[in-house]
């Protein structure tokens, strides 16, 4: 399974862009790479996935870099409610459906 | 969007008694449900893959006989973490594809959680 790398945290001002980068650099041609992103003490919530062409969807928006090895989550204007634990995951190859969660990145919105 | 929800969403309880966790799925049908846990201040550790009318797959590490899953209908998986102790205190989330086959590109929606303490 190919393993992702993300910052532990971040901060971004409200209103303005929030950009958190993923390395996955072992993801193999079929494997997806979704975002999730857990406020505190709740469920994961589904933010965006894509496989090789940028996405965007009225969360956020997901840019994948060419070789795939790395890709950006971009919520367009954070606000207070957007501060959670971001989590970047490559979906398995398998149709087990797994998803395998690694550390993630906090994101403080602050005002 | 596919809702997921989970009950209790916390329970107390004493050393020794067994807990019952229930998943449903409320607007769609799911074959496949997923167990996890989360200790405070760390990440979300898959423990199972529960199938409907089949027996659940666990991950490495996690005590089949002490946590039991149950997935009886296509809206419902079930998981009993049995004579508990203190160390099975955690919060444990289930999610669920809203479609009859997992593959790449579905959508896992996960519930609430539900938070056990042990005492």
């Known amino acids: 399974d190919a393993k992702t790398t993300q910052p532990t945290s971040m901060d971004c001002a409200e209103g303005r862009a929030a950009n958190l980068p993923c390395n996955h650099s072992t993801i193999s041609g079929n494997e997806y790479v979704y975002w999730y992103r857990q406020i505190h003490s709740q469920g994961p919530q589904y933010i965006i996935h894509?496989?090789?062409n940028n996405e965007t969807n009225e969360m956020a928006s997901l840019i994948i870099t060419e070789d795939r090895k790395s890709s950006t989550l971009i919520l367009p204007h954070a606000t207070l409610r957007d501060t959670a634990v971001y989590y970047c995951?490559?979906?398995?190859?398998?149709?087990?459906?797994?998803?395998?969660f690694g550390q993630g990145t906090t994101l403080q919105v602050k005002p | 969007g596919a809702v997921v929800s989970q009950h209790p969403s916390w329970v107390i309880c004493k050393s020794g008694t067994s807990v019952k966790i229930e998943c449903r799925s409320l607007?769609?049908?799911?074959?496949?449900m997923f167990w996890y846990r989360q200790f405070p201040k760390q990440s979300l550790m898959l423990m199972a893959t529960?199938?409907?009318?089949?027996?659940?797959?666990?991950e490495q590490g996690v005590e089949k006989d002490k946590f039991l899953i149950n997935h009886a209908s296509l809206t419902l998986s079930t998981l009993t973490v049995t004579s508990a102790h203190p160390e099975d205190s955690s919060f444990y989330i289930c999610?669920?594809?809203?479609?009859?086959?997992?593959?790449?590109?579905?959508?896992?929606?996960f519930g609430p959680g539900t938070r056990l303490t042990v005492l």
């Open positions: 529960s199938n409907e009318g089949s027996k659940a797959t666990y």
């Open positions: 607007d769609f049908q799911a074959t496949t």
């Open positions: 995951i490559v979906r398995v190859a398998s149709n087990t459906g797994k998803l395998i």
């Open positions: 999610s669920a594809f809203p479609g009859l086959a997992a593959s790449s590109t579905d959508t896992q929606y």
């Open positions: 894509g496989l090789k």
